[in-house]
Nanobody, 118 residues
């Protein structure tokens, strides 16, 4: 069983920055593929960014490309999502999902709330 915990959300003004962290335990972290999702009020959960086993293997949704950066530190068992130039549309609960690279179950965190005020 993999335990996933997000942290780092909060209130920020338009144009500001936040850094979200996702930590995972219960499995060898370097074998986990990790992704960030978000769910805005009244909307479906959407994929934001993902990172594979290699730190360079990252992908982004078009809506956050060039503003968000996902990275991983296997020594600290952590994936970080750096969010710059935040917009009101980025307001959502952000969730981290981890899955073993060979497949199997998805493990979700409880979410961390990000609010961008104009």
């Amino acid at each position: 069983q993999v335990q996933v915990v997000e942290s780092g959300g909060g209130l920020v003004q338009v144009g500001g920055s936040l850094r979200l962290s996702c930590s995972a335990s219960g499995s060898t972290f370097s074998n986990l593929v990790v992704a960030w999702y978000r769910q805005a009020p009244g909307k479906e959960r959407e994929w934001v960014a993902g990172i594979g086993l290699a730190p360079s293997a990252s992908k982004y949704a078009d809506s956050v490309n060039d503003r968000f950066t996902i990275s991983r530190d296997n020594r600290k068992n952590t994936v970080t999502l750096r969010m710059n130039s935040l917009k009101p549309d980025d307001t959502a609960v952000y969730y981290c999902k981890a899955r073993h690279f060979a497949g199997g179950s998805d493990y979700w965190g409880q979410g961390t709330r990000v609010t961008v005020s104009s």
